[in-house]
């Protein structure tokens, strides 16, 4: 069984651009969640997706955004990006959106700004 | 709203020696479930262990376990005869109706 794929592995982007990434969940997996992972900051919370709806958001600029598509996909947009945006990104599938089940990480998408 | 605390950000041990990673968090919940994921330099995070706080009895998994304390909000991560391949980051995490929050890891350095 496939396991959490994340594309591109690789961003290489500059200020003021916008990128897009993309996840996709194990299979049967609904929710998704999205994280940054900064060098010394551990993971920050930004998004999660469960059912095709935006059901939390963490303490991001609006300039952070995303959607969940019917099959369960997702994609993170940054948009007017700045430095302080490289980062990795890590998505993260679990079944459902009940706090019994564990999340499944991709192996992210290292974006670099410059 | 949660927090979690790793307050050591590096740890050694010797090869097939024990270590213990500590972490605390804070929460007025009383139903959650608590993780511990690593992260080697493949970037790749795992799950190395659960724990549901209505559960008093400690996880174990193989040469990882959990000595959980509900009172006092501590959940420590114990590996056993580490080896060469435990060498990672380590990242405990707290699960809530909204979303899991993690600490700030702390570096595992295994060495010969």
């Known amino acids: 069984e496939a396991g959490v794929t994340q594309s591109p592995t690789h961003l290489i982007k500059t200020r003021g651009q916008q990128a897009t990434l993309r996840c996709s969940p194990i299979?049967?997996?609904?929710?998704v969640y999205w994280y940054q992972q900064a060098l010394g900051l551990g993971l920050q919370f930004l998004l999660w997706?469960?059912?095709?709806?935006?059901?939390n958001r963490g303490n991001f600029p609006p300039r952070f955004s995303g959607r969940q598509f019917p099959n369960y996909s997702s994609e993170l947009n940054v948009n007017a990006l700045e430095l302080e945006d490289s980062a990795l990104y890590l998505c993260?599938?679990?079944?459902?959106?009940?706090?019994?089940?564990?999340?499944?990480f991709g192996q992210g998408t290292r974006l670099t700004v410059v | 709203a949660q927090t979690v605390t790793q307050s050591q950000p590096e740890m050694s041990v010797q090869e097939a020696e024990t270590v213990t990673l500590s972490c605390t968090y804070d929460?007025?919940?009383?139903?959650?479930?608590l993780f511990w994921y690593k992260q080697p330099p493949s970037r790749q995070m795992i799950l190395v262990i659960r724990?549901?706080?209505?559960?008093?009895q400690n996880a174990t998994e193989n040469r990882f376990s959990v000595n959980f304390q509900k009172a006092a909000k501590s959940f420590s991560l114990k590996i056993s005869d580490s080896q060469l391949g435990d060498a990672a980051m380590y990242f405990c995490?707290?699960?809530?109706?909204?979303?899991?929050?993690f600490g700030t890891g702390t570096s595992l350095t295994v060495i010969p």
């Open positions: 993260a599938s679990s079944t459902n959106g009940q706090r019994n089940t564990e999340a499944f």
């Open positions: 299979s049967g997996h609904t929710s």
């Open positions: 997706y469960d059912e095709g709806e935006e059901r």
């Open positions: 929460t007025s919940e009383s139903d959650y479930y």
């Open positions: 724990q549901e706080a209505y559960k008093q």
């Open positions: 995490a707290y699960r809530s109706a909204d979303q899991f929050y």
